[in-house]
């Protein structure tokens, strides 16, 4: 075990599963949060959680994002692109009658339903202790040292990658296993799909009157219908309310940042953008002094190892629940296991 770092983030779990630790409040998800997952189950009905994932189209959401490109692979002597619809016995021998397609996708990692892992954002802050802030990841991994790029051969083993986190990466989320017990919150059937913030009071009061009992382990789901709204536009979002529809989370309310810290969540997700409010919808900063652009980020990926989900779709499951006068499932939700990684789609499925 290394030590990477002299002191940590106030509030924050460095350290707490081991100076090495690499999952966070994944740790969390025990054998016996899985068995209370399992025990949601009555009806055997599942609900997957993702949009498509060349979904919400374009990048008006987020313009270093873009959809998915396919095209077929390379046939059998190299030749780039053609590999596709490849009739045997035309292209092989008279005999055989297979016909095969195979194809490649260049697929932006955050684009559409996804999480955030634990090194897609850091912090300059002083973890040497030496009055000197330094960018750092969760529990003091270094960027140029364990999340390394853009370089040549980031990877190390020839592939051509040219960025490659070494540590934090989502196959460690992805090797634990993300299955446990899903609670969903229904902000859209309270507030509606205005664009607005969430504070702890109003979060509390919609909980209570839906008797939500969040409890350590749990993933927490949030419901705001925008994931609805980018399925209805059909992959051309209005460019403007794209960043302005659904609740979400209000990350300058102090008491919200700390509800989340001390309630153990594994997991944050959202079928918003990303939880909390982010984008030109946004007011202009007036706090001048440094300070973080995304207050809940900055807690859960940064001091708490909380992944974040977002953009995951969650209308079909959360109507379900209200008809049923239950806000429990079984979440099976792991990411890729693509090594590296800051981000990863998936498609999770909830059970009922």
Request: net charge negative; aromatic share 8%; proline share 8%.
């Amino acid at each position: 075990m290394t030590k990477r770092w002299k002191q940590r983030p106030p509030g924050s779990t460095w350290g707490d599963w081991g100076e090495d630790d690499e999952l966070g409040r994944i740790n969390l998800i025990t054998r016996e949060k899985v068995l209370q997952g399992v025990r949601e189950v009555e009806h055997g009905i599942t609900f997957s959680l993702s949009l498509p994932l060349d979904y919400p189209g374009g990048t008006a959401l987020n313009q270093r994002r873009y959809p998915p490109i396919l095209r077929p692979t390379e046939d059998l002597e190299h030749k780039q692109d053609v590999f596709y619809n490849v009739v045997a016995s035309e292209q092989i021998a008279p005999i055989f009658t297979d016909v095969w397609s195979d194809d490649v996708v260049t697929l932006w990692l955050q684009y559409s339903t996804q999480w955030d892992s634990l090194s897609h954002q850091g912090e300059q802050f002083d973890a040497d202790g030496d009055g000197v802030a330094e960018p750092v990841y969760y529990n003091g991994y270094r960027p140029g040292v364990d999340i390394i790029g853009p370089q040549e051969d980031a990877k190390g083993d020839g592939s051509g990658s040219l960025s490659f986190a070494r540590h934090l990466g989502m196959e460690h989320m992805a090797e634990h296993g993300v299955q446990g017990r899903g609670v969903l919150v229904d902000l859209a059937h309270h507030l509606g799909t205005k664009w607005q913030p969430v504070n702890l009071k109003t979060l509390q009061e919609i909980m209570a009157a839906d008797n939500v009992v969040v409890e350590p382990g749990d993933v927490l789901l949030l419901h705001t219908g925008m994931a609805t709204q980018v399925l209805a536009w059909n992959k051309d979002p209005d460019p403007e309310a794209i960043h302005t529809t659904g609740s979400y989370l209000d990350a300058h309310d102090p008491a919200l940042l700390e509800w989340i810290a001390e309630s153990q969540i594994s997991a944050l997700v959202a079928d918003n953008y990303a939880v909390e409010g982010v984008g030109p919808g946004m007011p202009p900063p007036t706090d001048m002094t440094p300070h973080t652009l995304l207050p809940i980020h900055n807690l859960c990926l940064f001091k708490l190892g909380v992944p974040l989900g977002e953009l995951w779709y969650l209308d079909k499951l959360a109507t379900w629940l209200r008809e049923h006068n239950r806000s429990r499932f079984l979440l099976t939700a792991p990411p890729l296991n693509l090594p590296g990684t800051q981000g990863s789609p998936l498609t999770p499925i909830a059970t009922v």
